[in-house]
Structures are given as C-alpha cells and as structure tokens.
C-alpha cells in the first residue's frame, strides 16, 4: 500500500512540458484567421484529415495530433533514443489574435522515455541507465521547445503572408 502511495505521487507531481503562445493578427476577423490555419495545416501536415481531432470554427478550436521524427545522436548508446515525439497541438482563434498551444509531447522509442514532463530529471533515478536517460531527457526538451518555437514562427509567417494574399487578391 505504501508503495502504491509513493508512486502516485511521484507521477502526479510531474507536470506534462508546454508551450504557449499568443499571436497578434491586427485586422484580421475570426474566420479568416481559422480559414489561414486549416490551410498552414493541410500544408504542413501530410493529412490533414488524419491529424485534425477537432475543427470547430464557431469556437474558433483546432486541435491536432501531431508526430515527428526524433534522431538523438550518432552514438551507439543513443541510437536507441531515435524514434517519435508525439504531441497535441491546439490553437483557439479570435478576432486579430490566435493562441498556440503544444502540450501532451511523447517520446516513443526503443528506449522511449514517454510523456515529457517539466521535471529536470528522467523518472529513473537510480541505475545504469540514469546517466543515459538523464542525457535524452534534456535532449529531448531541448528538441521539443525547439520544435515548438519552429511551430510558432511558421503559423506566424503563414498567417502574415495569407492576410496579405487575401488583401491583394484580385483574381
């Protein structure tokens, strides 16, 4: 029973790792901006279709399952690393501002380190994988908060160049 306790609060203390931002869209109306992400979506994503969880325009909500490609290094200790990051991407839009939210990120791999916590450390705290885990776990923030700001800078760049397109459009 003591053990069970232990553990529970050990997992329940870890806070899944995320990443927020607010984009500022000055005179552009809900609609469009939720018309400009659906396209970076389908442009970005292979399938859009098989992604998208959500798409609800009149709450202004899109919310994606997302995974990408994880390579950890050339060593053959951390080959093992190399696999998936897996997260959710959500974005709630309003009139001339969207919010950007990357949240739930997960490692899957050989040796998967799993959900991405803000904890320091790997779960595993004892042993001779400590020092290995310990070292993808950085590596792996590291890459996602990477990752992420990649996110927030092509939405940003797409919305910009989409508001402009829809201004000149005279087709």
Known sequence: M?????????IYGQEPI??????????VNKSDLFFMIN????????S?????QLSDKEKGAIIVKGLIDYYYGEKRTNNSYNGNLAYTLKVYV???????IITS?????????????SDSLHTI????????????????KLKSWQFANNIFASLEKATSQQNSEIENDEW
């Open 2 to 10: 003591l053990l069970f306790l232990v553990l529970t609060i050990q």
């Open 18 to 27: 995320s990443y927020e931002k607010v984009i500022k869209a000055d005179g």
């Open 39 to 46: 396209d970076w979506i389908a442009t970005k994503y292979n």
């Open 48 to 52: 859009a279709q098989d992604v998208i």
């Open 94 to 100: 309003k009139d001339n501002r969207y919010k950007v």
């Open 105 to 117: 990120v997960n490692h899957e791999g050989v040796s998967s380190l799993g959900l991405i916590t």
């Open 125 to 140: 705290k004892k042993g001779w994988m400590k020092k290995y885990n310990n070292d993808a776990w950085k590596n792996v």
